[in-house]
C-alpha cells in the first residue's frame, strides 16, 4: 500500500514538472516571438503582449518551486502532509489572473486616445495569431494532465494560458484593423475589456474552490452520502454517522463514526475498520485519507 502510494505520488510530480517545464519554454519562445514581430513589424501593442507572456512564467516558476515543497511526505509538523501549498500556488495565479485583468482594464482605459504614429506590418499580425493558437493548444494539453493528476495548481496554470490567448486577440484585431483601416484602431481598446471580464470570470473559478480549501469547507452533500453508503455496507457495519470531510490539496480526507456489534472482540472491530478505509480508499470521491472511530451498536440509539 505504501509503496503503490509513493509510486502514485512521484507519478504526481513528475507529471506536475513535466508539465510546468513545457509550458514555461513555450512562455519564453513566445515571447522571444511577439518581441521580436513587434520590433520588426513596428506594433507597440504587440510588445507590450511579448512582455505580458514573459511575466506569465512567473506563475510557471510558482508550480516548479512549489512541487518540491507540496510533495514532502507528513511529518511532525504537518502531520497532514504539504499539499495545502499547493491550494496557496492555486490562489497566487488566482490573483495574477485578476492582476492581469485589471492592468488590461487599465491599458484599454489611459490609452484610447492613443495615436499610433506608424502602422504595423503584417509581421505583427502572423506574431499575434501564432500566439493565440499556441496558447489555447497550451491550455488544452495543460488542462488534461491537470485533470489527470488532480492538480489544481496546473490547472489553473492551464486557465493562465487561455487568458493569455484571449488577451492577445484584442491585440490581434488592433493590428487587422490597422492593416485594413487604421482609424478603427479603437476597437482594439473596447476588445480588451471585454476579454478582461472573462479572464475576471476565469480567475474567480479558479480562486473559488482554492479558497473554500484554505477555510475548510467539506465535501458536497453527494459525496458525503456516497461515503455513507460505501461505509454502511460493509460487512459487520451496522450504522454509520458523524462524517466529516475536508480538502487537503487534491484529495478528501475523511473522519467518520462507524457502529458494530457490542459483542464482538476487539480485533473483529479493527478488521471492520480496516475494511471501511480500503473501501473509502479505493471506491470514494477522491478520498486520501480515513479515521474510523469504532462505537458499540445500541438498538435503543436508533
Same mark, same amino acid.
Given at each position: 500500500?505504501?509503496?503503490?502510494?509513493?509510486?502514485?505520488?512521484?507519478?504526481?510530480?513528475?507529471?506536475?514538472?513535466?508539465?510546468?517545464?513545457?509550458?514555461?519554454?513555450?512562455?519564453?519562445?513566445?515571447?522571444?516571438?511577439?518581441?521580436?514581430?513587434?520590433?520588426?513589424?513596428?506594433?507597440?501593442?504587440?510588445?507590450?503582449?511579448?512582455?505580458?507572456?514573459?511575466?506569465?512564467?512567473?506563475?510557471?516558476?510558482?508550480?516548479?518551486?512549489?512541487?518540491?515543497?507540496?510533495?514532502?511526505?507528513?511529518?511532525?509538523?504537518?502531520?497532514?502532509?504539504?499539499?495545502?501549498?499547493?491550494?496557496?500556488?492555486?490562489?497566487?495565479?488566482?490573483?495574477?489572473?485578476?492582476?492581469?485583468?485589471?492592468?488590461?482594464?487599465?491599458?484599454?482605459?489611459?490609452?484610447?486616445?492613443?495615436?499610433?504614429?506608424?502602422?504595423?506590418?503584417?509581421?505583427?499580425?502572423?506574431?499575434?495569431?501564432?500566439?493565440? &493558437?499556441?496558447? +489555447?493548444?497550451?491550455? *488544452?494539453?495543460?488542462? $488534461? =494532465? @491537470?485533470?489527470?493528476? #488532480? !492538480?489544481?495548481?496546473?490547472?489553473?496554470?492551464?486557465?493562465?494560458?487561455?487568458?493569455?490567448?484571449?488577451?492577445?486577440?484584442?491585440?490581434?484585431?488592433?493590428?487587422?484593423?490597422?492593416?485594413?483601416?487604421?482609424?478603427?484602431?479603437?476597437?482594439?481598446?473596447?476588445?480588451?475589456?471585454?476579454?478582461?471580464?472573462?479572464?475576471?470570470?476565469?480567475?474567480?473559478?479558479?480562486?473559488?474552490?482554492?479558497?473554500?480549501?484554505?477555510?475548510?469547507?467539506?465535501?458536497?452533500?453527494?459525496?458525503?452520502?456516497?461515503?455513507?453508503?460505501?461505509?454502511?455496507?460493509?460487512?459487520?457495519?451496522?450504522?454509520?454517522?458523524?462524517?466529516?470531510?475536508?480538502?487537503?490539496?487534491?484529495?478528501?480526507?475523511?473522519?467518520?463514526?462507524?457502529? &458494530?456489534?457490542? +459483542?464482538?472482540?476487539? *480485533?473483529?472491530?479493527? $478488521? =471492520? @475498520?480496516?475494511?471501511? #478505509? !480500503?473501501?473509502?480508499?479505493?471506491?470514494?470521491?477522491?478520498?486520501?485519507?480515513?479515521?474510523?472511530?469504532?462505537?458499540?451498536?445500541?438498538?435503543?440509539?436508533?
Amino acid at each position: 500500500m505504501t509503496i503503490d502510494a509513493n509510486a502514485s505520488e512521484l507519478h504526481h510530480i513528475g507529471g506536475v514538472r513535466r508539465a510546468t517545464w513545457i509550458s514555461l519554454i513555450v512562455n519564453v519562445l513566445l515571447s522571444a516571438l511577439k518581441l521580436a514581430g513587434g520590433i520588426v513589424g513596428s506594433s507597440q501593442a504587440i510588445i507590450a503582449d511579448g512582455v505580458h507572456s514573459l511575466s506569465d512564467s512567473s506563475t510557471d516558476i510558482a508550480i516548479l518551486i512549489g512541487v518540491k515543497f507540496w510533495s514532502r511526505p507528513p511529518d511532525d509538523g504537518h502531520p497532514y502532509g504539504h499539499r495545502r501549498i499547493e491550494t496557496l500556488v492555486t490562489v497566487f495565479i488566482g490573483v495574477v489572473l485578476i492582476a492581469a485583468s485589471i492592468g488590461l482594464i487599465y491599458n484599454a482605459i489611459v490609452t484610447h486616445q492613443q495615436k499610433h504614429t506608424e502602422a504595423p506590418s503584417w509581421i505583427a499580425l502572423v506574431a499575434a495569431i501564432i500566439s493565440i &493558437v499556441s496558447k +489555447e493548444i497550451l491550455y *488544452r494539453w495543460t488542462r $488534461n =494532465i @491537470g485533470r489527470r493528476l #488532480k !492538480s489544481s495548481a496546473v490547472i489553473a496554470n492551464a486557465w493562465h494560458h487561455r487568458s493569455d490567448a484571449f488577451s492577445s486577440i484584442p491585440t490581434a484585431v488592433a493590428v487587422s484593423v490597422m492593416l485594413l483601416h487604421p482609424s478603427l484602431a479603437f476597437l482594439d481598446h473596447i476588445a480588451a475589456v471585454v476579454v478582461s471580464f472573462f479572464i475576471l470570470r476565469v480567475a474567480w473559478n479558479v480562486l473559488k474552490p482554492a479558497l473554500k480549501e484554505l477555510v475548510d469547507a467539506g465535501a458536497s452533500e453527494k459525496d458525503c452520502e456516497k461515503i455513507r453508503a460505501i461505509a454502511l455496507f460493509t460487512d459487520g457495519v451496522r450504522k454509520v454517522h458523524a462524517i466529516r470531510t475536508r480538502y487537503v490539496g487534491p484529495g478528501l480526507s475523511v473522519d467518520l463514526h462507524v457502529q &458494530v456489534d457490542p +459483542e464482538m472482540t476487539v *480485533r473483529r472491530g479493527h $478488521n =471492520i @475498520g480496516g475494511e471501511v #478505509k !480500503s473501501k473509502l480508499l479505493s471506491e470514494g470521491p477522491d478520498v486520501t485519507d480515513v479515521i474510523v472511530h469504532l462505537e458499540p451498536h445500541e438498538p435503543e440509539t436508533d
